[in-house]
């Protein structure tokens, strides 16, 4: 075997085992198979012209190459992005550690309660650090965040605002310029109007429904914000704070002076700045807004056994499930970076980050009275960690880049220099060293930090924090070790079994793709810092969108959004623009139809477009009559369709070209949601097809791990007409000619993570691509006709094929009392995770094995399917007290003096012999899901808690 071909170690089907799958599936070859998987008419007719494939080897070199074209300057720019240190021990236990960054997201809790509990740390962390009374777990970026912000609190606003049309939004002009820019792209299509201005000019007018404030200002000042919030709250207008999270340490929580939500990232509780991302954010508010909180939030609830468990609260009300009732999209979220975070306070401690807030704050002291002992005059009055200089900017920059020293440059005669945890003497001095050089004056030593104070007493925090025990006991090395550790063990992620979870491509993440990521000189470059300081990061980007171009067949990409629901909001706001830019900005109806996942309407919806939903015919592909008749009816209005192909149901449908004209010949643009890509690349394309925009999830078909629920990444790639509308920023150019506001915070959203994709693309090349979605679509044939006459696999392709995955039918076996849940608990007693349970059919299972199984793993998976479909059988309706109601069952369980089943210990825990080899012991009972919602509870216990106890 070649041991330097990347595609053979990415690929789980070796030779040997590809015929005897073949033989299984009854074709002659691969080929074949794919022949009768994919229409005609919708092949490709050319291979991809792609580098040829690097091994894993020459990748690491390449890499590292590239690297040293990044130059790493000490980077004082902050606005929103700060230098931070990734303690090692979460690095290499965490980020590195493929039983955490290869999990999926926490729908089946039972087998995910290690980093449910990271994130309910995450959680209470921001309570207790905003003053809020809940906070979720977590958001893309800050802006995003603030802009939920503004979503959310039009929504919610009271009645009489609503009655006196109160639709005004008033923005501080000390908001950051990135997080302006996207309050602009979100609140175009509702009716929200911006007003941006100083809040101390404030007139708290009738028309205003809100505020977003920033705290501290974006140039470092710190304003005492309680006369204003009084005054807001009292004349009905709901407060937003955008607040920096290490600040929080030493300034009063803005629960304290009556925000109603609080929202920020926690890029510099310990992760890298990564050239824009990905880093958590986060949302905090009042209890009486849970139920139309964004994203996903954890709670307590309690097992069968009355065992306390953590599992997502209110997940039916999860916002993209509401479909086009829902206010936000999300879905993907920065569920790994949450969890860092949280560890970063788990490990410091609320002494940790008091050290560590008051060493910055410090600094900054510091550095003024230097600069102030030189002249140099520094003009925030309050402070914690910015400072605003007064000097001549062109002199100052032209020294500072001689010196590989970043500060902001607000104008000619304005500097602003952010400090941060990385923060030394050294570099304090090296900074007056810069300033004195440019003033041509002598510069002074700076012996020591000096203790002294710039927050006025107003604005000092004076309440505790973090006193829960999980905050105050691991602050050594070994015990965080095994903390993490200790969660760990409790979940399961894709080093211990396939995770075939259908539409979310849980394929290999390989250890040649992640490695980069923990390279200094990917790490630690800001995203506003100058272009021609990220040469190795502006080379991989080009090349990624140019690849990713060349396989969607489209003629531009940008990879600014931050998730697949976030790229079908840009798509649809590039779609809009475009329809603008031609005097049909009335265009406004999105066609959806009713298979579509639940981010298509509520992105739609986000983008100022009506939603008509479509019907499915009886074999689960588009009604095109109905869609023909809905075109042609709303012609002079459609916007646009949003189609997700191969289907959700797993077909290639063969009219798509028929459907894709004829939303052309009644004005409409077409949207293809690209979550399915994985049966595509190197076969078809969203071009091929006559599509005008998709999104890809990066997380998903090209390989960057799912983190638990995130990272993700959702570029999207348009045609021709499209580009000049693609995003823009407002800090570093980028986008098109005519480039719509921001859709993210940083101008290529996640760039380090980018990383991940560009070398799947670069190590596999055509070749690998091509041969990995033609293993894809055969490993799931394969297991449609292995469980074959024992399920049924609803829907299938015209000559019986399923593409790259299939649902089977579990609605028949309630005759025997068993439910889709039932099943997919079981599954945990025989190592698996559950496939995706109810979408896009309520009552199935959607199975998608991707192309990196083995046909040993494919096998097992199947004999575990087909025992449980024995003991469905022998399961009644009568009687519930069998392995798949008990299901899952724990090792207390197991190993209990009492056991009162009607079935065998082995049966239950080791139904099959493989299972003895590699058993997964879920760390609970089976979720009791209503309770948690009754008594809805999202922090860690309080410490008077463990004093009872
Ligand atoms: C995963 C998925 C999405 C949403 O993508 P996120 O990255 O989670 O926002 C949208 N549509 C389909 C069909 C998907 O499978």
Redesign the pocket.
């Known amino acids: 075997m070649r041991t330097d071909v990347f595609a053979l170690r990415h690929i789980g089907v070796g030779e040997k085992d590809l015929q005897q799958m073949l033989e299984t599936i009854k074709v002659a070859t691969l080929d074949e198979l794919i022949a009768e998987t994919i229409p005609e008419d919708i092949r490709l007719k050319q291979p991809l012209v792609l580098d040829p494939p690097m091994s894993e080897n020459e990748y690491l070199s390449h890499i590292q190459d590239l690297s040293e074209k990044n130059k790493v300057f000490k980077t004082y720019i902050g606005l929103g992005y700060h230098e931070a240190f990734t303690p090692s021990v979460i690095k290499r236990n965490i980020l590195e550690n493929p039983g955490w960054y290869t999990a999926y997201t926490p729908y089946q809790a039972e087998i995910a309660q290690g980093r449910l509990e990271a994130l309910l740390n995450f959680q209470t962390m921001l309570v207790d650090l905003t003053g809020m009374e809940l906070a979720n777990a977590s958001l893309l970026d800050e802006s995003t965040a603030a802009a939920e912000a503004m979503t959310m609190l039009y929504e919610v606003r009271s009645r009489a605002k609503k009655k006196s049309k109160a639709q005004k939004f008033f923005v501080s002009e000390e908001v950051l310029p990135q997080t302006l820019s996207l309050l602009k792209t979100r609140s175009a299509p509702l009716d929200i109007e911006l007003v941006v201005g100083n809040h101390e000019d404030f007139d708290f007018s009738d028309d205003f429904y809100g505020v977003l404030l920033q705290y501290p200002g974006k140039n470092g000042q710190v304003h005492d914000f309680a006369p204003f919030a009084a005054k807001a709250t009292e004349k009905d207008i709901k407060i937003a704070v955008a607040a920096d999270i290490l600040s929080l340490v030493m300034l009063t929580p803005p629960g304290e002076f009556g925000a109603d939500v609080v929202v920020g990232t926690t890029q510099r509780f310990g992760i890298p700045l990564g050239y824009g991302g990905p880093h958590a954010a986060y949302f905090a508010t009042k209890e009486e807004y849970k139920r139309s909180i964004p994203g996903r939030i954890i709670g307590v609830t309690k097992d069968r056994d009355g065992k306390p468990a953590l599992r997502m609260a209110l997940q039916t009300r999860e916002q993209h499930i509401k479909r086009d009732k829902a206010t936000s999209n ?3 979220a920065q569920v790994l970076l949450a969890v860092m975070a949280g560890m970063y306070a788990v490990y410091h401690g609320p002494k940790g980050l008091e050290y560590i807030a008051n060493k910055v704050h410090t600094s900054a002291t510091t550095l003024t009275k230097s600069l102030e002992k030189l002249g140099v005059k520094q003009i925030n009055s309050c402070y914690f960690d910015t400072i605003t200089i007064k000097a001549d900017a062109v002199k100052v920059k032209a020294v500072a880049e001689k010196h590989e020293v970043n500060f902001l440059y607000i104008d000619d005669n304005t500097i602003g220099i952010s400090l941060n945890e990385a923060t030394t003497l050294k570099d304090l001095q090296g900074i007056i060293t810069i300033f004195a050089e440019a003033l041509n004056i002598e510069a002074n030593t700076i012996q020591e930090l000096d203790g002294g104070s710039a927050i006025n007493p107003a604005v000092r925090r004076n309440s505790p924090f973090l006193e829960n025990e999980v905050f105050n006991s691991y602050h050594s090395e070994t015990e965080l070790m095994r903390y993490i550790k200790r969660l760990e063990r409790k979940d399961l992620a894709l080093n211990h079994a396939m995770i075939s979870l259908g ?2 491509t849980m394929k290999l993440n390989a250890a040649s793709e992640m490695l980069p990521i923990s390279m200094a000189r990917w790490g630690n470059i800001h995203p506003f810092a100058p272009i021609d300081q990220a040469k190795g990061y502006q080379t991989i980007l080009k090349e990624l969108e140019k690849d990713l171009n060349i396989i969607t067949g489209f003629a531009g990409t940008s990879l600014q959004p931050n ?4 790229g ?1 909001y840009a798509g649809l706001m590039v779609i809009r623009a475009y329809h603008e830019s031609r005097g049909e900005g009335h265009r406004n109806i999105c066609l959806i139809p009713a298979s579509a ?1 639940g ?2 309407p509520a992105s739609a919806v986000m983008a100022g477009m009506k939603v008509v939903v479509t019907k499915t015919d009886e074999n689960g592909n588009i009604d095109v009559n109905d869609l023909a008749e809905k075109a042609i009816l709303h012609k002079d209005n459609l916007a646009a369709l949003m189609v ?1 192909y191969p289907s ?1 149901h797993g077909v290639f449908e063969s009219s798509i070209k028929e459907i894709t004209k004829l939303i052309h010949d009644n004005g409409g643009q077409v949207y293809m ?1 690209g ?2 890509m994985n049966a595509q690349v190197g076969l078809t394309n969203p071009a091929t097809i006559g599509a005008d925009v998709c999104h890809l ?1 990066l ?2 078909t090209f390989a960057i791990p799912h983190g638990g629920g995130g990272p ?1 990444v ?1 570029p999207i790639c348009v045609a021709e007409q499209l580009v000049p509308f693609l995003p823009g920023n407002p800090v570093i150019k980028t986008g098109g000619e005519k480039a719509i506001t921001a859709i993210s915070a940083a101008p290529w959203g996640s760039s380090l993570v980018c990383l991940i994709s560009y070398g799947y693309i670069k190590m596999l090349g055509e070749s690998g691509l091509t041969q990995s979605t033609k293993t894809a679509i055969l490993n799931a044939n394969y297991i449609k006709n292995k469980l074959s006459g024992k399920f049924e696999v609803l829907y299938t392709g015209e000559k019986g094929r399923a593409a790259h995955e299939m649902i089977i039918d579990c609605r028949p076996f309630k005759e025997n009392g068993i439910e889709v849940s039932d099943i997919a608990k079981r599954l945990m007693d025989y190592g698996f995770h559950a496939p995706t349970v109810s979408f896009p059919v309520a009552g199935t299972l959607m199975i998608e094995p991707t192309e990196s199984e083995s046909l040993s793993e494919l096998d097992r998976f199947c004999s575990a399917m087909l025992s449980i479909r024995e003991e469905i059988e022998e399961a009644s309706s009568e009687d519930s007290n069998n392995p798949l109601k008990n299901s899952p069952h724990t090792l207390e369980m197991i190993t209990s003096d009492n056991w009162e089943f009607p079935y065998s210990r082995e049966k239950a825990a080791f139904p099959l012999p493989y299972i003895m080899e590699n058993k997964f012991w879920p760390s609970v009972r089976r979720v009791d899901e209503a309770y948690g919602d009754r008594n809805l509870i999202c922090t860690c216990a309080p410490i008077e808690s463990y004093m009872e106890a």
């Open positions: 999300i879905c993907t539409s979310c998730s697949g629901a976030q079908e996942h981010t298509n997700t959700t949601d979550a399915n999830n997380h998903k993700g959702g």
